[in-house]
């Protein structure tokens, strides 16, 4: 039955993807506001069928802590399925991504549409410049920053380094950081095409104060927030918080 289930999500995934074709060109002359408005109808609407489709739905705690001013989104990474929830959730943003995205047919061209800050990963230093320079522009536009501290998708219970890209953002630009921890990599895996029914768990926190604080020093305290939630909502996974 999951399988199924799996398969009906993806084939009307397949589907809303295609239409794209005709919508990408459309939104060309608007802002970027209306743009996203058009967009992330997209993202509305598969998350709606994953719903539908699979039985995946989702709850938010601390909802009431997404501040009015423009922030910086820093989530753990676990699934592609926050990827799209976090445009149902937060005002209207983009992301730092992996450059080599963009190509990807209607996918990619949909995303660059969206102003991302994109990076070649092995460029080092000058990927570093590039967030916090192209980071702090966005910011300076209104528009909210996702970014995926780790690097790339974990599987539940693991961790990775958190990179320094987006507390180094933080701290020259001044904008706060929104620390997020969900738990969807336990029904939509990494990597798996066969999902699993269930209520994922998105904890958003307190949002942390970043002007006049050090990189490192941020970046510290949004891992150890993260990583704590994630020991509270997946407990058989994190045995316990840092």
Do not use: C
């Not at 992301?95 to 995205?101: A, D």
């Amino acid at each position: 039955m999951r399988l199924l289930r799996s398969l009906l999500f993806s084939a009307g995934m397949i589907a809303s993807t295609l239409l794209l074709v005709f919508v990408l060109p459309l939104t060309l002359p608007f802002s970027f506001p209306i743009r996203f408005r058009i967009l992330t109808q997209w993202t509305n609407f598969n998350l709606w069928w994953l719903r539908i489709s699979v039985g995946i739905r989702y709850r938010v705690i601390g909802a009431e802590n997404v501040p009015a001013e423009t922030s910086i989104i820093m989530a753990k990474h676990q699934s592609t399925w926050e990827t799209m929830a976090m445009q149902q959730i937060f005002p209207p943003q983009t992301w730092v991504l992996k450059r080599s995205l963009l190509p990807i047919p209607l996918f990619g061209w949909g995303l660059a549409l969206l102003k991302p800050v994109a990076i070649n990963r092995k460029a080092g230093k000058k990927a570093l410049k590039q967030v916090v320079e192209q980071g702090s522009a966005r910011l300076d536009e209104g528009i909210w920053l996702v970014i995926f501290p780790e690097g790339t998708r974990t599987a539940p219970g693991e961790q990775k380094p958190y990179h320094i890209g987006g507390a180094m953002l933080a701290a020259k630009s001044g904008y706060p950081v929104v620390p997020v921890a969900h738990n969807a990599g336990e029904f939509w895996p990494r990597g798996g095409f066969i999902k699993t029914p269930g209520e994922i768990t998105v904890v958003i926190g307190e949002p942390i104060a970043t002007a006049g604080r050090k990189a490192g020093e941020i970046n510290t305290e949004v891992e150890q927030w993260i990583e704590a939630r994630m020991a509270e909502i997946s407990p058989q996974h994190y045995s316990k918080a840092p």
